[in-house]
Nanobody, 128 residues
Framework: QVELVESGGGSVQAGRSLRLSCVVSRLIIDYYCMGWVRQAPGKEREGVASIYYVGGRVTLSYADSVKGRFTISQDNAKRTQDLQMNSRNPEDTATYYC???????????????????WGQGHQVTVSS
């Protein structure tokens, strides 16, 4: 099991950008999957972006709700992943969780239940 430490988040007005970062305590850089899951009040968890890394090859996935606005990236040397959120709207208000799994049984996935390790969550609020 790994520890995930998130930073960033906060409150911004619609249209403004925000960046979330996550540090992974241990990272075997040959094979892993990680991403971001969000949960808004009264709604189910939603995977918004993911990275599937296999031997140097990276596959990125995005939920339709954020495609074209959010960008996920990773830095193996720093053991970090970031989520750059642009053109944000009030519907993006949620608690955002950094997620990680070293087994990736289904490969690239946005399914929250496929991730074993979760960060503590950071609140992101977008006002209109």
């Amino acid at each position: 099991q790994v520890e995930l430490v998130e930073s960033g988040g906060g409150s911004v007005q619609a249209g403004r950008s925000l960046r979330l970062s996550c540090v992974v305590s241990r990272l075997i850089i040959d094979y892993y999957c990680m991403g971001w899951v969000r949960q808004a009040p009264g709604k189910e968890r939603e995977g918004v972006a993911s990275i599937y890394y296999v031997g140097g090859r990276v596959t990125l996935s995005y939920a339709d709700s954020v495609k074209g606005r959010f960008t996920i990236s990773q830095d193996n040397a720093k053991r970090t992943q970031d989520l750059q959120m642009n053109s944000r709207n009030p519907e993006d208000t949620a608690t955002y969780y950094c997620v990680f799994d070293s087994s990736c049984p289904t490969g690239a996935t946005l399914e929250p239940g496929q991730y074993r390790d979760w960060g503590q969550g950071h609140q992101v609020t977008v006002s209109s």
